[in-house]
């Protein structure tokens, strides 16, 4: 892939694959994103007790996952990803659609009765599936490890950085993956492990601190800012300081459209099909 994250436009990254057009975090979503013309997708990920990495937001499978009622999940409570092996989180139907982007079909069949057969696209995706359509699709790819400094014990979560990346490597994706985090320390542990793999520090709204000083320190070539507090002043600093800047989650056309006039490299969206 020739991409650069430093386009003549805006890269459109679409945000948990797109989740206004399937459910988050799965292959269903990402193909879709892909036919409205989407340049890449965010995606977040995570460990299993058996250290495979899949894709889940939450640290929890509740929300996004049919696991509040499916008999394995109710009999070994907390649904916590890193409880349970690859093969039983692959029993779970990860077809959910918060209720802002439900499909009135959504309505009338509610998700827990769909049928036992749910393509594999509606389920829970480790890395390497994610990879292997992304590199089909000619998308990029925007990995986010989630913090599981605090949640997860160190026996399985201490080397995520170390996974995800042997991961990307074993699949021959350097060029087309960004590493992104709001743990820093990730950032920086993955630019010293594998340099030429490009980084993004991700930072909250509201955040306290100096964002293009926490690039620095992690040696990221991104920030990944939350877009409401963004001014066209922060954009043209972290510009001048060679940085990309791919804001999130960028959903109004209005914002687009200004964003995109004070200079940002992407946008990270629920909703590819308006970008």
């Given at each position: 892939m020739s991409l650069s994250l430093i386009n003549e436009r805006p890269l459109i990254w679409a945000h948990r694959g797109g989740r206004s057009l399937a459910a988050e975090n799965t292959l269903a979503a990402v193909r879709k994103a892909k036919e409205t013309g989407a340049d890449?997708?965010?995606?977040?990920?995570?460990?299993?007790?058996?250290g495979e990495v899949i894709l889940l937001h939450d640290l929890n499978l509740l929300r996004s996952t049919n696991a509040s009622v499916h008999p394995l999940f109710i009999g070994?409570?907390?649904?916590?990803?890193?409880?349970?092996?690859?093969?039983?989180?692959?029993?779970?139907?990860?077809?959910?659609?918060?209720?802002?982007f439900c499909p009135p079909k959504y309505i009338e069949q509610p998700w827990r009765e769909l049928p036992e057969n749910l393509p594999s696209d509606l389920r829970i995706p480790t890395l390497i599936e994610a990879l292997k359509v992304s590199r089909d699709l000619d998308m990029w790819i925007n990995v986010e490890i989630k913090d599981l400094s605090k949640a997860v014990p160190n026996s399985l979560a201490g080397d995520i950085v170390e996974k995800v990346l042997g991961v990307i490597r074993a699949q021959s994706m350097d060029d087309q993956v960004v590493v992104s985090s709001f743990n820093h320390d990730y950032v920086r542990r993955s630019k010293e492990v594998a340099p030429h793999i490009l980084t993004g520090v991700l930072t909250e709204h509201k955040y306290a601190g100096d964002p293009l000083e926490a690039a620095r320190i992690a040696n990221a070539d991104a920030w990944h800012p939350g877009f409401r507090y963004l001014t066209?002043?922060?954009?043209?600093?972290?510009?001048?300081?060679?940085?990309?800047?791919?804001?999130?989650?960028?959903?109004?056309?209005?914002?687009?459209?200004?964003l995109t006039k004070w200079g940002v490299t992407g946008l990270v969206t629920d909703y590819p099909q308006n970008a």
């Amino acid at each position: 892939m020739s991409l650069s994250l430093i386009n003549e436009r805006p890269l459109i990254w679409a945000h948990r694959g797109g989740r206004s057009l399937a459910a988050e975090n799965t292959l269903a979503a990402v193909r879709k994103a892909k036919e409205t013309g989407a340049d890449g997708w965010e995606l977040d990920v995570q460990v299993t007790k058996d250290g495979e990495v899949i894709l889940l937001h939450d640290l929890n499978l509740l929300r996004s996952t049919n696991a509040s009622v499916h008999p394995l999940f109710i009999g070994n409570p907390p649904a916590l990803p890193w409880r349970f092996s690859l093969t039983e989180i692959k029993e779970l139907s990860a077809d959910v659609f918060p209720r802002r982007f439900c499909p009135p079909k959504y309505i009338e069949q509610p998700w827990r009765e769909l049928p036992e057969n749910l393509p594999s696209d509606l389920r829970i995706p480790t890395l390497i599936e994610a990879l292997k359509v992304s590199r089909d699709l000619d998308m990029w790819i925007n990995v986010e490890i989630k913090d599981l400094s605090k949640a997860v014990p160190n026996s399985l979560a201490g080397d995520i950085v170390e996974k995800v990346l042997g991961v990307i490597r074993a699949q021959s994706m350097d060029d087309q993956v960004v590493v992104s985090s709001f743990n820093h320390d990730y950032v920086r542990r993955s630019k010293e492990v594998a340099p030429h793999i490009l980084t993004g520090v991700l930072t909250e709204h509201k955040y306290a601190g100096d964002p293009l000083e926490a690039a620095r320190i992690a040696n990221a070539d991104a920030w990944h800012p939350g877009f409401r507090y963004l001014t066209e002043d922060k954009v043209k600093a972290a510009r001048e300081a060679g940085l990309a800047i791919n804001p999130y989650t960028v959903n109004e056309v209005e914002d687009m459209k200004r964003l995109t006039k004070w200079g940002v490299t992407g946008l990270v969206t629920d909703y590819p099909q308006n970008a």
